[in-house]
């Protein structure tokens, strides 16, 4: 059973917005942390945003003030909220868990979904 999917990308102009789905496996539970990370072309994986203890959120300086990292439990669901998309934006964006918040931290989460593309013109 594939533990995350994502859905909602797909392109946009700049200045546009998208809001990315991330639906969880039954086994992947409230314990869990959830992130979002991506990766552009020919560049090292990021983390975008997170939620770490407590429910506070992370966001890469990047993105704040921008995206959005929200949940609904009742849906297992985790979602990344984008607007005023730039260029830059663009890559494969990946729902990531686990239930050690440091690995999330360290960009390391042991649970990963398959990725769902941005791409963001000018």
């Known amino acids: 059973q594939v533990p995350l999917v994502e859905s909602g990308g797909g392109s946009v102009e700049a200045g546009g917005s998208l809001r990315l789905s991330c639906v969880a496996s039954e086994y992947i539970d409230s314990k869990y942390y959830m992130s979002w990370f991506r990766q552009a072309p020919g560049k090292e994986r990021e983390a975008v945003a997170a939620?770490?203890?407590?429910?506070?959120?992370s966001y890469a300086d990047s993105v704040r003030g921008r995206f959005t990292i929200s949940k609904d439990s009742s849906k297992n669901t985790v979602y990344l909220q984008m607007n005023d998309l730039k260029p830059e934006d663009t890559g494969v964006y990946y729902c990531a868990a686990d239930r050690e918040v440091w690995r999330v931290v360290q960009g390391i989460p042991t649970y990963w979904g398959q990725g769902t593309q941005v791409t963001v013109s000018s």
């Open positions: 939620f770490e203890r407590g429910d506070t959120t």
